[in-house]
């Protein structure tokens, strides 16, 4: 059997990295890895902590890219790569254009597509975007639905999907965490190495999603402001977004402000690590509302609609929008009660086990072409 994997960015190489390892342990099973390159340095920083050597490398990266830019050259590059190996299966995991267009390439050849984190679904076609409508049109020619939750496959029934077609196996996310979190982790970037996780609260921000830039993204930055100023305690480690919009209101709003930590976007490795040392996180990321469950870390989601609400459901998230007061209100909560906060931290995650991928590799084994 041939299993061929395409992934672009660093989240979907961070989730498709355990079954990567997984599937080169068959001897059974012939792996080809192909890389779109869609996010260029990210992926690379992915690819060498999991030791990951891609078979082929389309490097599509191009300052200022846009969508159809790297709908088109993945497409053309993947439709090479999947006309040469002939897998008889592809992997695709999640919702990035190089999803997309690697299933696009592989329903065009007629050859069967799996995709990984299938069924998350917001309602809303323009929020995340364009990550819902991609995860719509691939789930259309999916034939195998492997959902991390329960409530992923519910989605996918209420579309009309076969059950026979969907497996529930965790989100392989959480078992990227045993290779990378580490109690005795030492961080490059010395002023992290600083910070007293015990005696402080320090908070993890990151906001970086399109539907934020502008004025959502100032009243995040101005509740997280005006509730910490007062207290000297508290912390904030914000890894700045590399996107200029992001930087010009985070620099604005927090200027002169020594509690707000300003650092470069973070590798996966010490991100994950800080993840697991900080108070509490805040965040308008996805993969991060998966993440910081399975560590006990409660969770703020800056944004207005989430496809995670296992997390909300669970209590280990919160969806807080975009307001100033409702943040801020929520983030005072967080602060000052230690019995809300503790039921956050100690709710149970409900995104698995750790043992997604061994299970997907499972599924495929026993296939029946």
Not at 1 to 4: E, N, P, S
Not at 108 to 125: D, P
Not at 191 to 217: A, C, F, W
Not at 278 to 286: E, H, K, N, P, R
């Given at each position: 059997?041939?299993?061929?994997l395409i ?5 979907e190489a ?120 991609n995860r ?234």
């Open positions: 059997m041939k299993i061929a992934f672009g960015t660093r989240p961070i989730k498709m990295a355990p079954i990567v390892k997984e599937l080169k342990k068959q001897e059974d099973i012939e792996t080809v890895v192909c890389v779109t390159g869609q996010h260029r340095e990210m992926l690379d920083q992915v690819l060498e902590v999991f030791d990951i050597k891609p078979d082929y490398d389309l490097d599509i990266f191009k300052p200022g890219q846009s969508l159809t830019d790297i709908t088109v050259n993945s497409l053309e590059g993947i439709e090479k790569v999947l006309a040469k190996e002939k897998p008889d299966v592809l992997l695709v995991q999640g919702d990035t254009t190089t999803v997309f267009s690697g299933a696009l390439a592989a329903f065009y050849q007629q050859i069967k597509i799996g995709h990984v984190e299938a069924g998350l679904r917001t309602g809303n076609i323009y929020s995340p975007y364009p990550e819902e409508a719509k049109m691939v789930g259309t020619i999916t034939n195998y639905h492997f959902c991390p939750t329960d409530a992923n496959r519910q989605n996918l029934l209420r579309e009309g999907y076969k059950d026979s077609d969907i497996y529930i196996t965790g989100n392989t996310v959480i078992d990227a965490l045993k290779y990378t979190v580490q109690e005795d982790y030492v961080f490059e970037d010395q002023v992290l190495n600083d910070l007293d996780y015990d005696r402080d609260k320090i908070i993890l921000l990151t906001s970086h999603r399109r539907e934020n830039l502008g004025q959502p993204m100032r009243n995040i930055f101005t509740a997280v402001k005006d509730e910490i100023k007062d207290r000297p305690e508290v912390k904030v480690v914000f890894p700045i977004h590399l996107n200029p919009k992001v930087r010009q209101v985070a620099y604005e709003v927090f200027e002169g402000m020594d509690q707000v930590i300003f650092v470069e976007p973070l590798d996966y490795l010490p991100f994950t690590n800080l993840m697991n040392k900080v108070y509490l996180v805040m965040t308008d990321s996805g993969g991060v509302q998966e993440e910081a469950p399975s560590l006990g870390k409660p969770i703020l989601v800056l944004r207005k609609e989430t496809e995670r609400m296992e997390g909300v459901e669970a209590n280990t998230a919160r969806l807080v929008g975009t307001d100033y007061q409702v943040i801020r209100d929520n983030l005072r909560e967080l602060l000052d009660d230690k019995e809300a906060y503790n039921k956050m931290a100690k709710s149970q995650n409900p995104y698995g086990d750790g043992t997604a991928a061994k299970q997907i590799v499972e599924i495929l084994k026993n296939l029946k072409n």
